[in-house]
C-alpha cells in the first residue's frame, strides 16, 4: 500500500505540553499529539482507544472519598481492599465479599503505609497503633489486629505501642521490615530482625534488629521506605537517600552501613513503588513523578512529566503501577482525571494520556488479571441528579473478540454462555386431506400421531385460510382425524385442498450441558450457529419450552419440512433487554451489541430494552476519545489542499478532519453492507483535507461510537510538498 509522505507513524510520546509547540525539530513533536484524551500508546508505538469500566458496586459511602489498596495471596486468590470510615471492605472475584473494622479515619486512611508479607498486610500510620489486616485460609475471611512488638528498650528501641512512637510508614527489604519516623522521631528508622517483622530487639549481630537516625542539614522528615537492588530506598520531605547493601547483599548492625542521598527532589506520603528495576515517586509538590535508578557512576531521580507538564496542574492524589500487557502507571488527580504513563524502555515509549469519564476517578489500584492486570478505580459520578461513588474495573486492553470489546464506562457486559448441540429432533409435518365445517372442525390427516391435548398447527391450506398460521389443542383424537378443541369453523370458508400440521413444539434439542449449569429456563431464547443438516435454523433464535434437564423445545410456528440433523451447531442464550442497572437509572446510556453499534437507550428504573435479541452487550456511559495531531505544517510543509490516509487496525466507526466540531464520520461499509452485522477494519481511509495549509494544519481523529479503534499512522497522500 502506497500511503505516500510520511506525517505521523509513531505515538511514541503521547499528549505533549503546549510549550513544545514550536520544538518541531525533535523527535517528541514528530511523534506526539497536541491532544491524546482517552488514548493510549501500545509497545508499537500504535494510538489504542482505552477500554471502558465495569460496574462493581457502589463504595462505603456517597459522601466521601475512600481509598484502593490490594492484596495478592495466591495466584488465584487476589483481593482489592477498599479504606473507608472505620472500616476495610473486601472484593474479590469482582464482587464485595466481607468487611473488617479499622480504626482509621476515611481522611487518615488515604496516607496508611502498607506493606505485604505473607498473607498480612503490615499497615502504619503516626496517629495510630499498627495493624495486621490477614487474609485467612482459602475462604474470604478477613482479621484484623493490632501488631505485637518485641523489643529491648534498654537498647534504645522505641515502644511501637505509645501512640507519640507509632511509626509513620514501612517497608520491606532482604528479609527485614523497616519501620520509619514517628511524632518524636522523624528521621529515624528501625529494622526488624532478620525474618520477624515485629521483633525489634536490638543487638549486634547482622541479623539483630538496629537503629538509624539519618543525617542532614534540614527538615528529612521520612515518608515512605522501598527495597530496591542496591538497598533501601528512603524518601523524605526534601530528598531520597538509599541505605545501601553491602557485597554481600545486605545490611546489619555487625557491618558497616552506608547511606547516602541519592537526590533532593522531595517526596510526598505517597508510597514510592517498584518498577522494573527503578522506584517510582511523586514529588511532594504532588505535581510531579520520577524515577530513581542507579548507573555505574551515578545515581539519577529524572522527572517523568516533563513532557506533558500541562497535564499536572492538579494534584496527585494516588497512584499504581500494572504490568500488563505493558507498564502503564496511573496517577489519579484532584481533578478526577488519570494522568496515564504508558511507558516502555524496550521501545523508547514514554507516553502521557489523558483519560477522563463522566465523573471524577478518586483513586486506583492493580491487581494481576489473568492475561491481563487488571486497573480498579473509585469513581464520583451524577446519577439521576444526586451524587454516587463507584468501585469499578477497566476490561483487558489487548482483546481479540470483537464483541467482546467494552467502551462504556461504568458498564455492565453481558455473555451468557453457550453450548454444543448434541441431538436435533425433529416433528415432521402431516398432510391435510379433509376439514369439516363444524362445531367443532375436524382434521382428516392421514397417519398423524397427535394425541388429545397436544398443541398443532395448520398452515398452507386452501380454502379454509382461517386455519392458517395458527395454533389449536387437540381433541376427539382417533385414527387418521383429530379435532380443533373449541373451534367452530361452520361460517369458515369450504376446505378445497392441501395443507399441512404438525405438533408443536415441533423440535426438541438435546444439549452437552445441563440447562441447570448454563442457567437457561423456559421463556428464555436461543440462538443457533453451525448447524449440520438442519441449517433452516441457523442465525434465528427460539423461545425455550419443556425445558428438561438436558433438553429443551422449541416452537418455529412453520410449516417446514427440515433437512435431518447430521452434526455439530452451538447455540447462545439471546435476551431483548438487560437488567441490573439500577446504579443508572434514569441515565442515557450506550449500547453496543455483538460487536457493533446499537442505539443508545434510558435506563428505566433498572432495566433498558433492546431493539431485538442478542448475546454479547455492553451498557454503560459513553466516553469519547480523541487525537489532536501537533501543528503538521511544520513537518509537511504543504502549501495546498492534500489527501490524507489514516492507517487503521482492528476500527469502526470514528470521525476525522480538520475541524474538530465538524468532522467526517468514517464509513468502512457500502450501502448494501449497512444492515449487516459490522466487522472492523484494518486498512486505510483516506480523508480530503481542505483549505490553505501555509499557517498551521492539525488533523483530529475522534471515536464517539463506543466501539474499538486503534490508529497506527496518518499520511500524505497527494500534495504540492515544498522545501
Same mark, same amino acid.
Given at each position: 500500500?502506497?500511503?505516500? #509522505?510520511? +506525517? ?164 520491606? #527489604? ?49 515518608r515512605w521506605m522501598q527495597t530496591h537492588i542496591s538497598g533501601l530506598m528512603v524518601g523524605t520531605y526534601l530528598g531520597e537517600g538509599l541505605l545501601m547493601d553491602n557485597a554481600e547483599g545486605y545490611v546489619g548492625p555487625a557491618s558497616p552501613m552506608k547511606f547516602r542521598w541519592v537526590s533532593e527532589f522531595g517526596c510526598s506520603p505517597l508510597q514510592g513503588t517498584p518498577f522494573d528495576q ?68 524496550? =521501545? ?16 486506583? +489500584? ?12 473509585? /469513581? ?10 463507584y468501585v469499578e474495573y477497566f476490561k483487558p486492553f489487548l482483546e481479540t473478540i470483537q464483541a467482546a470489546h467494552h467502551h462504556v464506562d461504568c458498564g455492565v457486559y453481558v455473555n451468557h454462555l453457550s453450548d454444543v448441540v448434541a441431538d436435533v429432533i425433529i416433528q415432521t409435518p402431516v398432510a391435510i386431506s379433509a376439514i369439516t365445517r363444524a362445531d367443532p372442525a375436524v382434521v382428516t ?24 398460521g395458527q395454533l389449536f389443542t387437540v381433541t376427539q383424537s382417533a385414527g387418521d382425524v383429530f379435532a380443533l378443541s373449541g373451534i367452530d369453523s361452520t361460517l369458515y370458508n369450504t376446505y378445497i385442498s392441501g395443507g399441512e400440521a404438525v405438533i408443536m413444539p415441533n423440535i426438541e434439542v438435546k444439549t452437552t450441558t445441563l440447562l441447570a449449569t448454563l442457567g437457561w429456563a423456559t421463556g ?20 425455550? =419450552? ?56 434510558? /435506563? ?17 456511559? +459513553? ?21 490524507? &490516509? ?43 483535507? /481542505? ?5 498551521? =494544519?492539525?488533523?483530529?481523529?475522534? &471515536? ?20
Open positions: 500500500m502506497n500511503i505516500g #509522505h510520511p +506525517a505521523q507513524n509513531s505515538f511514541k510520546f503521547g499528549e505533549i505540553d503546549p510549550t513544545f509547540a514550536g520544538r518541531f525539530d525533535t523527535e517528541f513533536y514528530n511523534q506526539g499529539a497536541d491532544t491524546y484524551k482517552n488514548f493510549v500508546t501500545m509497545l508499537s508505538t500504535a494510538a489504542l482507544f482505552r477500554p471502558g469500566t465495569v460496574y462493581v458496586g457502589n463504595t462505603e459511602d456517597s459522601g466521601y472519598r475512600t481509598r484502593l489498596a490490594s492484596m495478592v495471596k495466591s495466584s488465584d486468590t487476589k483481593f482489592i481492599i477498599e479504606l473507608g470510615d472505620g472500616k476495610t471492605r473486601v472484593f474479590k472475584d469482582h464482587a464485595h465479599v466481607t468487611d473488617v473494622a479499622t480504626s482509621w479515619s476515611v481522611a487518615d486512611a488515604r496516607t496508611v503505609c502498607m506493606e505485604q508479607v505473607g498473607n498480612t498486610l503490615y499497615c502504619t500510620h503516626g496517629d495510630y497503633a499498627t495493624k495486621r489486616l490477614t487474609a485467612v485460609g482459602t475462604t474470604v475471611t478477613w482479621t484484623v489486629s493490632d501488631m505485637v512488638w518485641t523489643y529491648n528498650v534498654t537498647s534504645g528501641a522505641a515502644s511501637f505501642e505509645v501512640a507519640e512512637h507509632y511509626p509513620i510508614c514501612l517497608g520491606h #527489604h532482604n528479609d527485614r521490615m523497616y519501620y520509619g519516623a514517628n511524632n518524636t522521631n522523624p528521621q529515624d528508622f528501625w529494622a526488624s530482625v532478620v525474618g520477624e517483622v515485629s521483633n525489634i530487639t536490638l543487638g549486634v549481630t547482622d541479623d539483630a534488629g538496629f537503629n538509624y537516625r539519618i543525617s542532614s542539614r534540614d527538615n528529612r522528615a521520612i527503578r522506584i517510582m515517586f511523586v514529588q511532594q509538590s504532588l505535581r510531579a513523578l520520577r524515577e530513581f535508578y542507579p548507573t555505574a557512576d551515578a545515581y539519577n531521580s529524572p522527572a517523568l512529566h516533563y513532557l506533558a507538564a500541562h497535564l499536572f496542574q492538579s494534584n496527585i492524589i494516588d497512584f499504581a503501577i500494572s504490568r500488563e500487557p505493558w507498564p502503564m502507571l496511573w496517577l489519579v488527580k484532584a481533578d478526577g482525571k488519570i494522568a496515564l504513563l504508558s511507558r516502555s524502555r524496550e =521501545t523508547g515509549v514514554m507516553a502521557w494520556s489523558d483519560i477522563v469519564t463522566d465523573g471524577s476517578f478518586e483513586s486506583v +489500584a492493580t491487581i494481576p488479571g489473568d492475561n491481563e492486570d487488571e486497573v480498579w478505580v473509585t /469513581v464520583k459520578r451524577t446519577v439521576g441528579g444526586s451524587t454516587v461513588r390427516a392421514s397417519g398423524h400421531s397427535l394425541s388429545d391435548g397436544d398443541i398443532a398447527y395448520l398452515d398452507d391450506v386452501s380454502g379454509m385460510a382461517e386455519v392458517n428464555d431464547h436461543v440462538r443457533f450457529t453451525g448447524l449440520g443438516g438442519t441449517t433452516e435454523l441457523n442465525a434465528f433464535h427460539y423461545g425455550l =419450552t419443556s425445558v428438561g434437564t438436558s433438553s429443551f423445545s422449541i416452537y418455529t410456528k412453520t410449516i417446514t419440512h427440515y433437512t435431518t440433523w447430521t452434526a455439530g451447531g452451538t447455540m447462545e442464550k439471546v435476551v431483548a433487554s438487560v437488567s441490573g442497572l439500577a446504579h443508572l437509572a434514569s441515565e442515557v446510556v450506550a449500547v453496543t451489541v455483538e460487536g457493533a453499534f446499537h442505539a443508545s437507550k434510558t /435506563v428505566a428504573v433498572s432495566e433498558v430494552a433492546l431493539d431485538a435479541y442478542y448475546n454479547k452487550i455492553h451498557i454503560g456511559k +459513553a466516553f469519547e476519545g480523541h487525537i489532536k495531531s501537533m501543528n503538521l505544517n511544520p513537518i509537511l510543509k504543504a502549501t495546498k489542499a492534500t489527501k490524507v &490516509q489514516v492507517l487503521l487496525h482492528n476500527t469502526l466507526g470514528g470521525e476525522v478532519g480538520q475541524d474538530e466540531d465538524d468532522l467526517e464520520s468514517m464509513i468502512f461499509r457500502s450501502g448494501s453492507e449497512v444492515a449487516s452485522t459490522a466487522e472492523w477494519h484494518t486498512g486505510a481511509y483516506v480523508h480530503h483535507m /481542505v483549505g490553505d495549509l501555509s499557517t498551521e =494544519t492539525q488533523l483530529n481523529i475522534k &471515536q464517539k461510537q463506543s466501539l474499538p479503534m486503534t490508529v497506527l499512522a496518518f499520511a500524505v497522500r497527494e500534495g504540492v510538498l515544498g522545501g
